[in-house]
């Protein structure tokens, strides 16, 4: 054979000894640059932006987050056009809202933790990998190669993203409008104490940091059901229907010992943002109940997904 | 050169199987592309040819069996042998709602090996490979299954690749872009690019590939270079002559069986089989090397007409007729329409 002759060994590049082809083949000569021999970057940074990029370009995510910002918006006007404030009815801090409006934010919150963030939420982490598969890009990703794990990795980063823009957009969205139609001033805390515009501001991103952390447990689960199916649809609402299960769960008196395993156990917790001095121990609860929450889907979607069949 | 880990082959599987549930769609496969060629795989719908190259780009695992890209064993070397591969696997896929070159981007950011600083540029190259760098900012939602189908190849073309696994890649293209597919993978192969490619069309695989593989309900009935799978069909001798019992007499005495049927012109037309009795699957799975012509002690058509000359039988026409790709391919996978499993 022709290649014998020559010390393809030598060559720098895995170029391919491909004269020594037997039958018909199509003799070549050229060394041909290769994606193995260019050399790799250690990160999949490039994925990631990709992710980010893909994610909060599609019209769905900023239709998920006008909806999100509907919510202050509407409690805002509702109680603007409304003479009479009904004192002690309603969600909390509801009848602060028309002495000032920084109240506002933290209103839409508790409004639209028990249902629209899970919902949004359900949406997008049910959709990660299911999604894919619907479209057909999974096989390309893995193919590109992405890698199985890269691959759910950045798709949870993204995901957690979301949940970072959901809670900012209710916060910022609320104070926004609170200052638009309502006196603002400084915050008279649950405690009693009062505190000024600036360190309110500070302490309603503190409280956006928690509600974010709180729906990281939700999107790893979404994540998880989301490596099952390949229809985004089942996913999404299985995330959602768990979402809603576990609230109702954590209603009923006669499951008490299961409450403080449930994930939404401390979503309400964020007003402890709201005393003098700040209680920082449902904060920590709830970051290890959600990091547990992470473990255990992140670890059953990697076992799933890394030998799972791909026939989307 | 042993059959393990050979270093000249591009795909090389032994045993590959996979069953889903039940249903055995792959069975114990042996497949051999040697680098360089233009493989087709062919075989009708259902016959297992997805599944294969799924489980060639580790999409899909074995049920068992083995199978070697590029020389290293798959899946536990995907990491340094997917980089080196583009494929289009059972239809394009993509995001409606991003444009086709923000598809690609997005697809080639998943290569960690694909340099980002070039990505723009390559993406735009590939782009206009295929013909569509009129289309690329149009959204893929709005693309045509041919446009769509072009976009899926300029995927497997946003870097040099050793090998290009192209499943089907003419399915929904036009007259014109089929043509300029096979112009495309013939312009790919000439660079050194091992090309595989599948498709139930005999007529594609004719034009562009040098070797080719037929897959049969799940089984590999056939492999070889395609003069290799025309070889093996069988050839038939046809005589044209007025004194059919004469040339029947001779042949019975060379050994073939023969048959006159009466044509106009008060001729016979006498046709009598070459091959030794249908051996033709006997390179069935394994690469034939080399069989020769009129093997198993037939006698050479000069012979034959020799003898029907000296025996006084007038000949007026003789030819030795070999089935054609498309009978071969009948043969192998059947008749009938209807799918098989
Ligand atoms: N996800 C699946 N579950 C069960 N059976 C499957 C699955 N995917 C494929 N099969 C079966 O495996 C067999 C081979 O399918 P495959 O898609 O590989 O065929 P193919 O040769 O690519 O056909 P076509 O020419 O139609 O693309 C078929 O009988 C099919 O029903
Ligand atoms: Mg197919």
Known sequence: MPSDAVPTKAVPTNAVPSDAVPTNAVPTDAPRPTGAAAPRRASGAALLRSELWVLFRRRRTWALLLALAAIPILIAVAIRLSSSPSPGRGPAFLDQVSQNGLFVGVTALIVAIPLFLPLTIGVVAGDTIAGEASHGTLRYLLIAPSGRVRLLVVKYIGAAAFCVAAALTVVVAGTAVGALLFPIGPVTLLSGTTIGIGEALARFLAIAGYVTISLLGLSAIGLFFSTITDVPVGAMTATISLAVAGQIVGALPQLEWLHPWIFSHYWLGFVDLLRDPISWASFGDNAVLQAGYLVVFGALAYGRFLTKDILS | ?341
């Open chain 2, 1 to 341: 050169m042993t059959s393990a880990g050979d270093d000249d082959l591009a795909i090389e599987t032994s045993g590959l199987t996979k069953r889903f549930g039940r249903q055995t769609a792959v069975n114990a496969i042996d497949l051999a592309v040697p680098r360089g060629s233009v493989f087709g795989f062919l075989g009708p719908n259902g016959s297992g040819k997805t599944t294969s190259i799924r489980m060639m780009l580790g999409l899909v695992a074995p049920s068992s069996g083995e199978v070697r890209v590029l020389g290293r064993e798959v899946p536990r070397h995907l990491p340094e042998v997917l980089p080196r591969v583009g494929a289009l696997v059972e239809g394009p896929g993509f995001y409606p709602f991003l444009s086709g070159s923000a598809n690609l981007r997005r697809l080639d950011s998943a290569d960690r090996g694909a340099p980002s600083a070039t990505r723009r540029t390559r993406v735009d190259a590939a782009l206009d490979r295929v013909g569509l760098s009129h289309a690329a900012g149009k959204k893929v939602g709005a693309y045509s299954l041919g446009m769509k189908q072009r976009l899926g190849i300029a995927n497997a073309l946003l870097v040099p690749r050793e090998l290009l696994v192209l499943d089907e890649p003419t399915n929904g293209l036009d007259p014109q872009g089929t043509r300029e597919v096979r112009h495309l993978i013939r312009v790919l192969a000439d660079g050194g690019t091992t090309v595989f490619v599948s498709s139930h069309l005999l007529a594609e695989i004719e034009q562009m590939c040098t070797h080719a593989a037929v897959m049969s309900v799940g089984g590999l009935v056939a492999q070889g270079t395609l003069d290799e799978l025309r070889r093996v069909g069988e050839a038939r001798i046809r005589l044209l002559t007025p004194d059919g019992a004469g040339a029947m007499r001779v042949l019975a005495r060379l050994g073939l069986e023969s048959r006159a049927a009466p044509e106009p012109d008060t001729d016979y037309l006498v046709t009598a089989s070459l091959s030794p009795s249908s051996g033709a699957d006997a390179v069935a799975g394994a690469p034939p090397a080399g069989q020769s012509d009129g093997a198993g002690g037939l006698p050479a058509p000069e012979t034959i007409v020799a003898a029907l000359v000296a025996d006084g039988v007038r000949v007026r026409g003789f030819s030795v007729q070999r089935a054609s790709l498309e009978e071969r391919f009948v043969a192998l996978t059947g008749e009938g329409f209807d799918i098989a499993q």
